[in-house]
């Protein structure tokens, strides 16, 4: 990402210095030295504005502890490979590193001081030893984070020990093993029982924060729900609700009536659902909901819905699969879901003719999205584009949910950044309110399952494990195929003693967790924690084989 859209320059940072000057090249706006620099001069100093989560125009300090620069000098700094000049933590400069030639411009790495991008791109430095594509430090093997080292801020250099993936933000280390938001999960364990799921109440607001964040930055007008259908544990539906500009999306009655009770007024409730029966409709048209629908059938049935809303939404095929690891039921593309882009004119003349009132274009293309599909999506954004331009009436443009966390080391979620800038670039223009309706993101990372080793053998010459909850808590591994990390809670980075077998306690053949989990030496009533298990775990367990419903807890 060269910083080629910034906002204007202001003298904002404490050092200002007159000999550097912001220009236009043929890459873009970029910082350019108005005369020479040695090695150690100091270039500039920032003001010590920071926010807890990146953007495309802050640097990272710290976890958690990202710099503002928009506004000044650090807005239009652009990245290299192989820079001219360093970011200095401890005391917020930006030193040269080279001799410095008048009218050259000033870089530094980006990977030297971000954690994980909130807009990666494509590197075109030319240096030898390019990264190409600039994520994150995070995502650097171990052999170019120890090749960063000397460049890295302080906090990447503690980090360079290589922790587990998951060891960030969320989840940290103690003396009394694995910590959520620094409480320790053991104490949490033994207090409430087994099989247990917590929930990170900081993540979920910061998660809210970001969300908020891209939006603001794509110059739209917005509208943030959060899908009631990952979870909807009454604690998190009350910190949702306290953020004052967070609606709900809903897919039944019952969500619908659980929203209202925890205090969301109709107005601020999205109803998408699939195909809805009429006595869905009657109860829909008394709470006063306005809905996505998708059938010529459901558009017919609601026009004659005595109380209905008029204003609907039709929800639209994205004609393409994108879901997590390609998995058929994690997408959302020639599905059951929606009328394709070659039926939407009909679908919207029709809804004419029954007397409703065509008022927004809704898509979801999938649950999981991964960096890769970002073109894809921007070609799926593309049509939405070209669709709503042919139609009076709209105002709103929902683009449903789809962002993630990693599920597994390998996993690269689609960033924010890339997914607010395809909607800057292919949605913003139209002038009308993006909505949203996001639940993995916001709440996945924020949760732990937490559950008890029972049973510990040796079967077909790999040890097992048997732990006291099973696909009915948790349906991830035994529906889905998605993987989770499983972690020993008392000693979350120890060394890997075998590869287990992680068995639930149903009476069915597929509630198997994981059949080669590397954990360190464990014993029967050590607790493991499932990580993310923030979303859709408990919204989706069930008392199958009378095994019980797991607790819920909200640090």
Known sequence: MNRTEATPLSPRSIGFNPSLLVENKSHGLGVFAAQSFVIGDRLTIFDSEFVEYPTRYTIQVDQRKHLV???????????SCDPNARFV?????MIAIKPIKKGEEVTFNYLSSEWDMAAPFACQCGADGCHKTIRGFQHLSQEHKMQLADLALPYLRRLIALEPWWMKDELSESEEGLCLDGKPVLQLAREHGTPLYLYAGKTIRRRLGELRAALQSTGAPYRMHYAIKANRFAPILALVRAEGDVGIDASSPREVALALESGFKPEEISVTCSMPSRKDFEKFAGFGVHLNLDTFS???RWAATPGRNPRVGLRLDPGIALGYGDNPKLSYGNSKFGFSFAQAREAYAFARQQGLIVDTLHIHVGWGLQQKIAGLLGHVFTQVAELARDLPDLETINIGGGLC???ASQDMPLAIGSWAELIQRHLAPLGLQIAIESGTFVVASSGL?????????????QPWIGVD???????YAAHYSIPQEIIAVSQPTADVAAHYVVAGNINEANDIFSRSCALPSVVEGDFLAFFPAGAYGASMASDHCLKGLPKEWLI
């Open 89 to 93: 933590a401890e005391t917020l400069e």
């Open 469 to 475: 909850c099973g696909h009915n808590v948790n349906v």
């Open 298 to 300: 459901a558009l017919r």
């Open 405 to 407: 966390w990693k599920q």
């Open 449 to 461: 399952l937490v559950t008890e080793i029972n049973t510990l053998e040796q079967r077909f010459q």
């Open 69 to 79: 620069t928009e506004g000044n000098l650090g807005a239009f700094l652009n990245h």
